[in-house]
C-alpha cells in the first residue's frame, strides 16, 4: 500500500498545472508541448511522449520532451511494434530498468533516443480501450517505484479523457485519433431469433459516467467513497441472503460478487485513486480500465468471467454513487440492445415496442435470453466474439439474424440493401397474417395442429393474432424467474387463470417448474453441481420438494375451476419419477374435492420425453400418460452428448441426422401403435425445414414460438404428406451423417414452402 505522503504528494499538482496550461488558447501542438514539459518536471524524467493511436491504428508520437522534435507526427508504429506498441498490445504499464535489453525494443534513429535506458510507459485508457501510450525515459538504469507508476496511471487516464473531449486537440487533429471504433465492422455469430433490425446500439447496464475527475476535497471523495461501497455490499449481502431478489443470477455468482465486493485489493485500489485527487467515479472508471486492460488479454475463461463480474460490481458501485440505484432505462426509438448475455428478466425490463434487436457476446439459442427473444419476435445473434470492445453507445447496428451476422457502423449500401430485405420480410409476415383462420391441412388432407409455446404475458396478447390452436407449452418457471421471492398460492393462481382466460376453451399444457441446470433462483440456495444440466432439476427438484411441486398443482388445479387442465412433467427419466409426480396430481385433486372445491371438467397428465434412457421403455410409459411431448432441446442434447449451450460443441449435432430423425420415429411410432396423443413442442417445431420432417415422420401435432407459426403453416399447406413420408424414410435407410441438404432438396422438389 502506498505511505501517506503519497496521499498528500499524489499529482493532484501536476494535474492542475496541466488544466491551467490547457485553459488558454493557442494551437493544439502548443498545448501538447506544454502537456508533456509539464509532466517531465514534475516526474523528474528526462524524456515525456505522448503517443495517440490513429484512424489507421498505427500509434503516431503526437508530442515529445526530450526527443528529437523532428520525429513528432513522422514516428509510428503499429500495436505490438516496440515497446510503445507492447505497451498498447497489453494495455497495462511496462516498466522497464534497461529499454534497449527488451526483446520487443525497436530502434528509430529519428527521435535520438540512444541515451536513455530507464523506460516507463502506461496506456491512455478510455472504456478499457486504447488510445495512446504515455512514456517517461530517463538516462539512468533503474526501476520506476509504484508510486510512480500509480501517478502516470492517473495522469494517464486524465490525458485520456481530456483528450477525447477535445480539450488537447481540436476537431482537425482529433479526426483521424482513433478514440473509439469508427470503421465499418461485420461481425460473425449464432442466430438466436430471427429476424432483420436497423437501428442504434445501447449498452446494458451502461455505467454512469463521472462528470467530474478531479476532486478538491480527497476525504470528503473518500467518505463518499465509503459510503457507497458499504452501500453496495449491504445489498449485494441482502441478494445473497434472499431479501431481494437479483433476477437470473445464481447462488454462485452473487457469492462471487460478495466476495469482489469486501475484497481489500479491490477497495485498497479505490482509496489510493481518490487520495491521489480524483473523484469517487473517477477512481472507479480508472479501476475498471485497469481490470479491463489486465484480464480482457487473459486466455483463461475463468479470469475473463471475473472481468465481467468486475464490471458488474463497477456498475453497481457509479449507480450507487450517482444515486442512480433503481432507475429505468429508457430507450431511444429503434434500439439494439448490446450485452455480453442476458437473463429473461433482463430483458422484459426493457420497453419492447422500442427494443428492435438484440446483440450479444455469449449465449446460446437454447438459452433464457434466445428463448425470450423468439416469443417476443425479436431479432438476436450471439456468439459475436469481442463485441463490447467493438460498438459505442449510439453506434448505428444492423442485426441481420438470417445470416447470423452483426454490421457495426454499416455502409450506406448495406443499410440499403437490408431495408429492401426488411420490406420483403413485411410481405412474408403479412401473407402470413392472410392465413391465421386458414386451416392446417397437407395438401393429400392430412390435419397438423399448430400450437404455441408460451410463458411471457406477451405471449397472451398475441395468442389470437398467430392463428394457434391453442398453447402446447407454457413454461411456469418464468413467473419464478421474474419474481423476487416464491410465488405464493395466490399469485400462481392468477397467473394460471389468466392463461386459460385468454386460451378461451383453445387447449392448454402447463409444463410444472423446470427449474434447476441453467435455471437458478437467486431466493433459492442449491448446490454448485459439475454437470447442472444432469443434475437435479425439472421433476427431480419438485419430487425432492414435494411442498413446491403440490403448490403449483394445487394453483392449477384451482385455477381450472372446471375446465379442462392439461400438466405435464418435464425430464422424466423413468417410470417411477412419472408415476410418482401422477401421484400428487391425484392427491391434490382428492384434496380439492374434500373440501367442496370444484375439479376440473377433465385433466390430462403427460410427460416430456427429453431423457433417451424412455426410448427403450414406452411400452410401460406410455399406458400410465394421457399424453406425451417430446422436447426435442433436451433430448437433443443428451442423443448426442453435446450441451446445446455450450457454443464449442452445441452444433456438434443436426437434429436432421439419421440417429435424431430414427429417434423421433421410435417415439412417434410407439405412440401411434398405443393410441398415445404426441406433439413435439421443441425449436425443431419452429423451423419450416424441420417442420417438414416431423410431419414426414408422422407427428400431427407440433408446437412452436409465435413467429414459427405462419411460416410453418404455409409449409403445412404446401406439402404432400403421402409424398414426404415415403422419401424421408427411404433416405433414412442411409447411414451418412446429416440428411439436411437431403432432406431441403426433397422439399424442394415437392414444391414445400421451406
Request: proline residues 5%; negative net charge; glycine residues 8%.
Amino acid at each position: 500500500m502506498a505511505g501517506p505522503g503519497i496521499a498528500v504528494r499524489g499529482p493532484r499538482s501536476l494535474l492542475r498545472q496541466i488544466r491551467e496550461a490547457m485553459a488558454g488558447g493557442g494551437p493544439a501542438q502548443a498545448k501538447l508541448d506544454m502537456v508533456v514539459r509539464t509532466i517531465a518536471v514534475s516526474m523528474v524524467a528526462e524524456v515525456c511522449s505522448i503517443y495517440l493511436r490513429r484512424a489507421s491504428n498505427d500509434l503516431e508520437l503526437f508530442a515529445t520532451e526530450g526527443l528529437s522534435r523532428d520525429a513528432v507526427h513522422v514516428t509510428r508504429m503499429k500495436p505490438g511494434e516496440g515497446l510503445v506498441g507492447e505497451t498498447m498490445r497489453l494495455g497495462r504499464p511496462l516498466n522497464l530498468s534497461d529499454a534497449a535489453s527488451h526483446p520487443s525494443f525497436s530502434y528509430r534513429p529519428e527521435t535520438g533516443e540512444d541515451p536513455y535506458h530507464a523506460f516507463l510507459a502506461v496506456p491512455l485508457l478510455r472504456g478499457g480501450r486504447a488510445i495512446g501510450v504515455l512514456v517517461v525515459q530517463n538516462r539512468t538504469e533503474r526501476v520506476y517505484e509504484d508510486e510512480e507508476v500509480e501517478d502516470l496511471q492517473i495522469i494517464a487516464m486524465v490525458l485520456a479523457e481530456m483528450v477525447s473531449s477535445s480539450e488537447l486537440l481540436g476537431a482537425d487533429e482529433l479526426k483521424d485519433v482513433e478514440l473509439a471504433p469508427h470503421k465499418p465492422e461485420r461481425l460473425k455469430g449464432a442466430r438466436f431469433a430471427e429476424g432483420l433490425a436497423y437501428g442504434v446500439a445501447v449498452l446494458h447496464e451502461q455505467p454512469v459516467a463521472p462528470e467530474q475527475l478531479l476532486s478538491d476535497d480527497a476525504l470528503a471523495e473518500e467518505a463518499r467513497l465509503k459510503w457507497a461501497i458499504e452501500a453496495l455490499q449491504t445489498q449485494i449481502d441482502e441478494m445473497l441472503d434472499g431479501q431481494h431478489g437479483l433476477v437470473g443470477a445464481s447462488y454462485e455468482v452473487l457469492d462471487t460478487y460478495r466476495l469482489f465486493a469486501h475484497d481489500r485489493g479491490w477497495n485498497r485500489g479505490l482509496q489510493e485513486a481518490v487520495r491521489s485527487g480524483l473523484t469517487a467515479e473517477a477512481a472507479v472508471e480508472r479501476v475498471r480500465s485497469e481490470h479491463r486492460a489486465r484480464l480482457g488479454q487473459a486466455r483463461d475463461p475463468y479470469l475473463r468471467e471475473r472481468l465481467h463480474d468486475l464490471e458488474d460490481l463497477n456498475d453497481r458501485l457509479l449507480r450507487h454513487l450517482s444515486g442512480d440505484v433503481h432507475a429505468v432505462r429508457q430507450l431511444p426509438e429503434n434500439a439494439i440492445l448490446i450485452a455480453r448475455n442476458l437473463g429473461p428478466a433482463d430483458l422484459l425490463e426493457y420497453d419492447r415496442t422500442k427494443l428492435k434487436g438484440i446483440l450479444l457476446e455469449e449465449g446460446s439459442a437454447a438459452s433464457h435470453a434466445g428463448i425470450v427473444a423468439r416469443a417476443l419476435d425479436i431479432p438476436c445473434v450471439g456468439r459475436l466474439a469481442g463485441l463490447r470492445d467493438r460498438v459505442s453507445e449510439g453506434d448505428p447496428v444492423v442485426v441481420d439474424a438470417e445470416t447470423a451476422e452483426a454490421w457495426l457502423r454499416p455502409r450506406a449500401d448495406v443499410v440499403t440493401a437490408l431495408k429492401a430485405r426488411m420490406e420483403v420480410r413485411a410481405q412474408r409476415k403479412a401473407e402470413f397474417a392472410r392465413l391465421r383462420d386458414t386451416p392446417a391441412f397437407t395438401r393429400d388432407g392430412s390435419k397438423v395442429t399448430l400450437l404455441m409455446n408460451a410463458g411471457l404475458a406477451v405471449d397472451l396478447d398475441i395468442l389470437g393474432e398467430t392463428g394457434a390452436e391453442g398453447i402446447g407449452l407454457f413454461r411456469t418457471e418464468f413467473q419464478f424467474m421474474v419474481a423476487e421471492e416464491m410465488p405464493r398460492l395466490e399469485a400462481q393462481t392468477a397467473l394460471y387463470e389468466k392463461v386459460l382466460e385468454a386460451a378461451d376453451g383453445m387447449p392448454v399444457t402447463f409444463r410444472t417448474l423446470d427449474l434447476g441446470g441453467d435455471k437458478l433462483l437467486p431466493y433459492m440456495e442449491l448446490e454448485r453441481e459439475d454437470n447442472p444440466a444432469l443434475g437435479w432439476r425439472a421433476v427431480r427438484m419438485g419430487l425432492d420438494r414435494p411442498a413446491l411441486l403440490r403448490l403449483q398443482i394445487r394453483a392449477l388445479i384451482k385455477a381450472s375451476r372446471g375446465r379442462e387442465l392439461r400438466i405435464m412433467f418435464p425430464l422424466v427419466a423413468n417410470v417411477d419419477e412419472f408415476r410418482a409426480a401422477r401421484a400428487f396430481v391425484d392427491q391434490e385433486v382428492a384434496w380439492a374435492l374434500k373440501r367442496g372445491r370444484p375439479a376440473p371438467a377433465r385433466l390430462d397428465v403427460g410427460a416430456m420425453i427429453e431423457a433417451p434412457s424412455l426410448l427403450w421403455h414406452l411400452d410401460a410409459l406410455l399406458p400410465m400418460t394421457d399424453f406425451v411431448s417430446v422436447g426435442t432441446n433436451d433430448l437433443m442434447q443428451y442423443l448426442f452428448a453435446a450441451d446445446r449451450g455450450n457454443p464449442r460443441v452445441s452444433d456438434r449435432y443436426d437434429p436432421l441426422s439419421p440417429a435424431a430423425l430414427r429417434a423421433l420415429k421410435t417415439i412417434q411410432q410407439a405412440c401411434e401403435d398405443t393410441g398415445t396423443p404426441v406433439s413435439v413442442c421443441g425449436e425443431m417445431a419452429g423451423r419450416p425445414l424441420e417442420a417438414f420432417a416431423l410431419v414426414a415422420l408422422g407427428f400431427d401435432r407440433l408446437s412452436m414460438p409465435p413467429a414459427g407459426i405462419g411460416p410453418v403453416k404455409q409449409m403445412v399447406l404446401s406439402c404432400d404428406r403421402e409424398a414426404a413420408r415415403r422419401n424421408v424414410e427411404a433416405l433414412l435407410k442411409g447411414s451418412g451423417g446429416s440428411l439436411r441438404g437431403e432432406i431441403e432438396t426433397l422439399a424442394r422438389k415437392l414444391y414445400v414452402a421451406v
